[in-house]
């Protein structure tokens, strides 16, 4: 079984990445990969709760992340660093039950990975 990381590390509207990403790791995942979710960046902000996009005209697509452990997705890990940058803590409601983890974790996670997919 290949391991496969899938590392977001775009804000959620404005662009598709993280539209396209989702979907990609959604068809991914039922080729019964073993998938990892990192949110690095701009990233973590796809897993923040009570967002508003359709004030700027686009669809709430990150409420599809919730779903991700009804395929068999259960480890998502968010940069510690990038937190901090952005002005959120480790207490900030988040979409997924996630781990928080150091820039020199995830890199260490990332290394353990066959293939890396980034959006």
């Known amino acids: 079984m290949k391991k496969i990381a899938f590392v977001f590390s775009y804000v959620p509207h404005g ?3 993280g539209r396209e990403g989702l979907d990609l790791l ?3 995942s039922i080729m019964n990969s073993k ?3 990192f949110f690095i960046g701009d990233g ?3 897993l923040l709760k009570n967002q508003k996009p359709d004030e700027i005209l686009s669809k709430n697509y990150v409420l ?3 779903i991700l452990p ?3 997705i259960y480890d998502f890990f968010l940069c ?3 937190l901090k940058e952005r002005g959120l803590f480790k207490k900030t409601d988040f979409l997924l039950d996630v781990s928080i983890l ?3 974790e995830i890199r260490n996670k990332l290394k353990n990975s066959d293939l890396i997919i980034n959006f």
């Open 15 to 17: 662009v598709s990445l």
């Open 26 to 28: 959604l068809s991914v």
């Open 35 to 37: 998938i990892s979710v």
């Open 44 to 46: 973590i902000f796809q």
């Open 64 to 66: 599809s992340f919730k």
């Open 70 to 72: 009804f395929f068999g």
């Open 80 to 82: 510690n660093e990038s």
């Open 102 to 104: 150091s820039a020199i």
